[in-house]
């Protein structure tokens, strides 16, 4: 965990994956760690390079959705580590699913087709397209796991307005929308990912991470149909393998269940398969950059001068 002590900051939250730090009452300073979640638990090992990878993906997502919506991201001042505005956050997140896989699949296997008040198609196989995405809102837990919700719910329990859901359905839609059209051209399906939105008075700004490993699914589109017609399983870019693995080891974040052994080779094998997905998802290639906590310290009060956030 960082414990930074940058000038004028207000407020240090350690979360599962990200530290925020608060600056004044209208910045953030988010840095991406090397921990890594499961089943809403961290496990006992960090990743190489995972918090280099999550934050740059963000970046590169964020800027090429900027069009879309306003977005939080002001400044990338180390690789690990984005500077943006301090938003109100909505307490849900919404998670579009383009794909029936993961939870969906499980809720869908189990013989029920209602998922957060929307109706799932018969006849589906797992990793099957749903005709149209759907929408199948979270709330976000302050601890322990996210519950599903639905619409009706979100609305009636007052944790969004009519009108703000009708812009956070929009953004939703048309963001999934620019994922799958960025993953295509890289051979790639975005299957799910989920996104965050707060205000800044009236205004909806995306938040957080977008299009990420840890926030989203991907398969990778070339034998797609083939393995679909097989009935075989899909080759996958995302942290679903961990969560698999888990679960072949007897965890899944239940009361009383021990997290498995993760020997070195484990982790260097997660390590490589969020590096692929970076060099994937963007196109580009991995340069690994480790600056030690003071570089990014000074990094990051730089840029906060610059941006007016703190006195130079």
Same mark, same amino acid.
């Given at each position: 965990?960082?414990?930074?002590?940058?000038?004028?900051?207000?407020? %240090?939250?350690?979360?599962?994956? #990200?530290?925020? /730090?608060?600056?004044?009452?209208? &910045?953030?300073?988010?840095?991406?760690?090397?921990? !890594?979640?499961?089943?809403?638990?961290?496990?006992?090992?960090?990743?190489?390079?995972?918090?280099?990878?999550?934050?740059?993906?963000? =970046?590169?997502?964020?800027?090429?959705?900027?069009?879309?919506?306003?977005? &939080?991201?002001?400044?990338?001042?180390?690789?690990?580590?984005?500077? *943006?505005?301090?938003?109100?956050?909505?307490?849900?997140?919404?998670?579009?699913?383009?794909?029936?896989?993961?939870?969906?699949? #499980?809720?869908?296997?189990? *013989?029920?087709?209602?998922?957060?008040?929307?109706?799932?198609? @018969?006849?589906?196989? +797992?990793?099957?397209?749903?005709?149209?995405?759907?929408?199948?809102?979270?709330?976000?837990?302050?601890?322990?796991?996210? +519950?599903?919700?639905?619409? @009706?719910?979100?609305?009636?329990?007052?944790?969004?307005?009519?009108?703000? &859901?009708?812009?956070?359905?929009?953004?939703? %839609?048309?963001?999934?929308?620019?994922?799958?059209?960025? =993953?295509?051209?890289?051979?790639? !399906?975005?299957?799910?990912?989920?996104?965050?939105?707060?205000?800044?008075?009236?205004?909806?700004?995306?938040?957080?991470?977008?299009?990420?490993?840890?926030?989203?699914?991907?398969? /990778?589109?070339?034998?797609?149909?083939?393995?679909?017609?097989?009935?075989?399983?899909?080759?996958?870019?995302?942290?679903?393998?961990? #969560?698999? &693995? %888990?679960?072949?080891?007897?965890?899944? *974040?239940?009361?009383?269940?021990?997290?498995?052994?993760?020997?070195? +080779?484990? !982790?260097?094998?997660?390590?490589? #398969?969020?590096? @692929?997905?970076?060099?994937?998802?963007?196109?580009?290639?991995?340069?690994?950059?480790?600056?030690?906590?003071?570089?990014?310290?000074?990094?990051?009060?730089?840029?906060?001068? @610059?941006?007016?956030?703190?006195?130079?």
């Amino acid at each position: 965990m960082s414990n930074f002590q940058f000038p004028s900051q207000t407020h %240090l939250y350690h979360g599962k994956v #990200r530290d925020v /730090y608060s600056i004044q009452t209208d &910045w953030l300073v988010m840095v991406a760690s090397n921990r !890594i979640s499961a089943f809403d638990v961290i496990l006992p090992r960090p990743i190489p390079f995972k918090g280099q990878v999550l934050n740059q993906i963000a =970046a590169f997502m964020l800027e090429a959705t900027r069009d879309i919506c306003p977005n &939080w991201l002001v400044a990338v001042p180390a690789p690990h580590v984005s500077i *943006g505005k301090k938003c109100t956050p909505f307490k849900i997140e919404m998670v579009v699913r383009g794909n029936v896989v993961g939870h969906a699949w #499980r809720t869908y296997q189990s *013989g029920q087709r209602l998922l957060c008040g929307v109706t799932m198609p @018969e006849g589906l196989k +797992e990793n099957d397209f749903f005709p149209t995405p759907l929408i199948t809102p979270s709330t976000k837990a302050e601890a322990g796991h996210d +519950e599903d919700i639905s619409k @009706e719910a979100i609305i009636s329990q007052g944790l969004v307005s009519e009108a703000d &859901w009708a812009v956070l359905e929009n953004y939703a %839609l048309q963001l999934f929308a620019r994922g799958r059209e960025i =993953a295509a051209r890289q051979g790639l !399906i975005l299957a799910d990912t989920k996104y965050e939105f707060g205000k800044i008075g009236d205004t909806i700004y995306l938040m957080d991470e977008v299009h990420t490993p840890d926030s989203s699914r991907y398969f /990778y589109a070339e034998g797609f149909d083939e393995r679909q017609a097989r009935g075989e399983k899909q080759k996958q870019l995302s942290k679903e393998f961990v #969560r698999e &693995w %888990l679960i072949a080891n007897n965890f899944m *974040g239940k009361e009383g269940q021990t997290v498995p052994d993760m020997s070195d +080779e484990w !982790i260097q094998t997660i390590s490589q #398969r969020y590096i @692929e997905l970076y060099e994937k998802v963007t196109g580009k290639s991995f340069v690994p950059q480790q600056p030690s906590d003071a570089e990014t310290e000074a990094a990051v009060i730089a840029s906060l001068q @610059e941006l007016g956030a703190i006195a130079g």
